[in-house]
């Protein structure tokens, strides 16, 4: 997949990062997330240009130049965009970092460690959740899979008391509907 190809071809100052949504350029700033304001599907070829609006508010002159730049550089020749996404990347290092999925641990690569880094599939590198120790992926995991399965106990009661309770008021309106019953001729 050819998301560094594309990152390199046009010189792209921006965050690029591969995500469901396809390839994806923004900003990925720790408080300042707009991830997609180009995408390219993947597959599809289709490119979705959402740059000229932030939160409601214009982007700052430069990236918004710079946004405009690659938009119109990419609108001139999708062939060749096309072609970038196809493409192998080439990177220079391959350190091996751990993530997790679920009750799945993965190995991925990167050329460099940490946020707001990209392992070598595209995807951004956050500090909770990868890491080249993979015992501290396996506890993340863990801690994770703990707080999830704790809350969906929680969810678990609150919908059986809920359940419970809706139970208790079809009684009642059963009672109601037969007693209203009885009261025709």
Known sequence: ??????????????????????????????????????????????????????????LTRFADR???????????????????????????????????????????KCEKLGWPNNTHDGQTMSDNAFSTNRAQVVAWAIGSAQTYFNWLVKLEKIERAKLEGTGKLVEIWKENLAALNKELP
């Open 66 to 108: 710079e946004l405009r730049r690659y938009e119109a550089e990419m609108r001139a020749d999708p062939v060749r965009v096309g072609e970038l996404v196809a493409a192998n990347d080439v990177f220079q290092k391959s350190i091996t970092v751990y993530t997790y999925k679920d009750a799945q641990i993965i190995e991925k």
């Open 1 to 58: 997949m050819g998301w560094k190809a594309i990152k390199e071809h046009y010189r792209i100052n921006h965050h690029v990062q591969v995500t469901d949504e396809g390839i994806c350029i923004g900003y990925s700033r720790k408080f300042n997330r707009a991830h997609n304001l180009i995408v390219i599907e993947l597959g599809v070829g289709v490119m979705n240009f959402n740059c000229g609006r932030l939160d409601g508010e214009n």
